[in-house]
């Protein structure tokens, strides 16, 4: 087929760009591909991080060169990139979709690709089908947004029942969210990482984001609960989306201090790989959550993970086999996990079946699973 993604990919940084990037590499293999992707993404007032753009000296680029096309903010832009998808002329359109916010871009870029009916079809490949604090607002342009489908894919089990009001009966299909090994291509061996980072013993890591929903503040109060000779130290690794003063009463108590490492920004990609090398386990204690990426940096890297049953982890974590799954908000329930993975001496076992697992978390099959479900539309 020829193949489109509308979407953010390199320059910009972050998990969607990754995704992005990964998924055209695999299209690429199978299809004949073009990428129109943004010239800017948020108003600067709109982002709480230090830049939008991947500073990495090694970036993660996508196999075709991408036309920066769409300003979230400027219409003309929008209409342009529905024109230059009409003279392109794709079988399918691949829409990444994560927040409201794109609604009106993408989804009138998505309208405007059309030639004719049924040509492109247009897949959204929902990340997020709304925010974790949404309002009338965002489930306004979400309506807009996605009512540009033909087809929806999401990489969880709760997502596709919160689409199925706004599908009204157009297909959606749940395919796990593929794994990242790109990150530990290159990392450096369990020991030499931890040399580098300054850590030993049992270490935990905290990667990604910090906001309220990921729930650092739960694994701070579980570790202030879990024995002191049961675990050694923590890394809190990633850029702060809100004051990390909230957060310094907890990482000052006793039973944490001198114990949590925090790195508090965001690591380009050729750091990324020496965290999860230098990590015993993952700690994953979201509220809620509609997947994560940061799970499957941690398969990629062969690292089990210690999760909440929030939203889709529960769909990618076997608990006992892969990782270990408890309740969301519970810090004791969080801390009797850490302490059966170190006192059981888990992690040996855990990271052979995050190694049996690897087969159901490749690109190649979410690629199938969108050509099948582009094949279904026409038909």
Known sequence: MTVAILGPTY??????????????RAL????????????????????PGTTQLDVSREAIRPPVAPDPVLDSLNPLTWLDAGARL??????????PWWHPFFGPSLGTAARRARRGPGEPVRVFLCHNVAPHESSPLDRALTAYGLAAADAFLVHARSEAERLQPIARGRPVRVHPHPSYEVFSERAPDREEARKALGVSGRVILFFGYVRPYKGLADLLEALTLVRRDAWDQLLVVGEFYEPIER?????????LRDRVHVVGRYVPNEEVGRYFAAADVVA?????????????????????????????????????????????????????????????????????????????????????TLEALAAECRR
């Open 86 to 95: 009409r003279k392109t002329a794709p079988d399918l359109l691949v829409v």
């Open 284 to 368: 994953l204690p979201y509220r809620e959550a509609t997947g994560s990426g940061i799970a499957q940096v941690a398969f990629g890297a062969g690292v089990p993970v210690i999760a909440t049953r929030a939203g889709g982890l529960d769909d990618l974590v076997e608990d006992g086999d892969s990782g270990l799954l408890v309740p969301p908000r519970d810090p004791a329930a969080l801390a009797r996990a850490v302490e059966r993975f170190f006192d059981a001496g888990m992690s040996d076992r855990l990271r052979a079946g995050v190694a049996r697992a690897r087969g159901r978390f490749g690109w190649d099959a979410l690629v199938s």
């Open 11 to 24: 320059p910009h940084r972050g998990g969607i760009a990754h995704y992005t990037t990964l998924l055209a």
């Open 247 to 255: 957060y310094r009463a907890l990482i000052d108590r006793p039973e």
């Open 28 to 47: 690429a293999a199978r299809h004949t591909l073009s990428i129109l992707s943004f010239r800017r993404l948020y108003p600067g007032l709109l982002f």
